[in-house]
């Protein structure tokens, strides 16, 4: 395993975490206990799970195993959780008020067994909560012990600029990370998001590395999905559809990802995840999986190291061809500044 550290914290992190989402849900219980004793074997530290996952199950399932285990493995895990979406029909239930996160984290640290939490997220922007509230209200859960650091997760770059800067302004804690979705497929995230995270020295988690599995190397262009993969089993699951991501582009990147895999003798989801762990700003990527043996898998990825060869590959695959403006070329050069010859 590799180490690097939580943004500008000095928190030190795996460079791969566990994604738990799964957990209660494609998962059962003794199968996450199970996931979760492989991931701390292999050196892995970061363990991210959220309220919203299973309604709550994954929080409480990862408690189960922190109370059963001996302390010298669980003293090793950095636990991070995350609350902003509704937990139930109260109008009260959702957002990032000074109520609502207050009674979530409450909740989140009762179903983990635990006092604190080392970094707690806010799950998405909130547009009714001004965004004073929410800073006031986590800087206030630093203040006091319940959590470590915050981080935000789903933010706009601009949405991540105003929080950095609105707590500055106001000498309050600043967030370390961001969590956005970030993948081959996915790379939007570089036009604006993350330049910002670079410029708040902060560090990026990434969800959805695989592209709910486009990345795997396990769908062709020639057959739908069936079976026992998310895609087999809800071809029009969320932004994963296979409708909505089966374009072109899409296989394109999908066979660059297949050649890699074929040159390096890795897997097609090893190269998805070594490509992703050396982009900038990138502090741990976040696996999910049904299984043990996906994890182990996919845990196996750190020893992956790709070429220049093989990254230019997948950079020119799955290149987004922005417009001249103001994401292009065009765009790019009237950024640009040169000072010339003396």
């Given at each position: ?48 799970t ?18 059963d ?107 370390v ?21 670079l ?51 899409t ?48 845990l ?10 093989a990254?230019a ?30």
């Open positions: 395993m590799r180490y690097t550290t939580l943004g500008h914290s000095g928190c030190a992190v795996s460079r791969l975490c566990l994604g738990t989402m799964t957990f209660g849900a494609e998962t059962d219980e003794a199968g996450s206990h199970e996931q979760l004793d492989v991931f701390v074997e292999a050196g892995g530290t970061l363990v991210d959220a309220d919203v996952y299973t309604a709550g199950i994954s929080e409480e399932i990862i408690g189960r195993w922190l109370a285990r001996p302390a010298d493995v669980t003293d090793r895990v950095v636990l991070a959780t995350k609350a902003r979406f509704p937990m139930g029909a109260d109008p009260q239930g959702g957002g990032a008020s000074t109520r609502h996160l207050t009674r979530a984290l409450d909740a989140s640290l009762r179903r983990l067994g635990v006092e604190a939490v080392d970094l707690y997220q806010v799950h998405a922007w909130d547009p009714v909560t001004p965004l004073e509230e929410t800073l006031r209200t986590l800087d206030g859960f630093v203040r006091s012990g319940r959590i470590g650091y915050y981080g935000l997760s789903n933010f706009t770059g601009w949405q991540l600029t105003k929080a950095v800067h609105t707590a500055r302004r106001l000498g309050l804690a600043e967030p990370t961001l969590q956005p979705q970030y993948n081959l497929v996915a790379r939007e995230v570089e036009w604006e998001i993350v330049p910002a995270v410029d708040a020295g902060m560090g990026m988690l990434p969800w959805g590395p695989l592209a709910g599995g486009w990345l795997t190397g396990k769908y062709t262009r020639d057959e739908r999905p069936t079976g026992a993969t998310r895609l087999g089993e809800d071809p029009g699951r969320g932004m994963e559809a296979w409708e909505r991501r089966g374009t072109e582009r296989w394109t990147i999908v066979d660059a990802v297949r050649r890699v895999a074929d040159e390096t003798g890795a897997s097609p989801s090893q190269v998805a995840l070594a490509w992703l762990r050396e982009r900038p700003g990138v502090s741990s990527t976040i696996l999910g999986a049904r299984t043990t043996e996906q994890l182990r898998a996919n196996a990825s750190i020893d992956v190291v790709l070429d220049d060869d990254t590959l997948l950079d020119s695959a799955s290149d987004l061809h922005a417009a001249d403006y103001p994401y292009g070329e065009l765009g790019r050069d009237q950024r640009s500044r040169t000072l010339g010859d003396a």
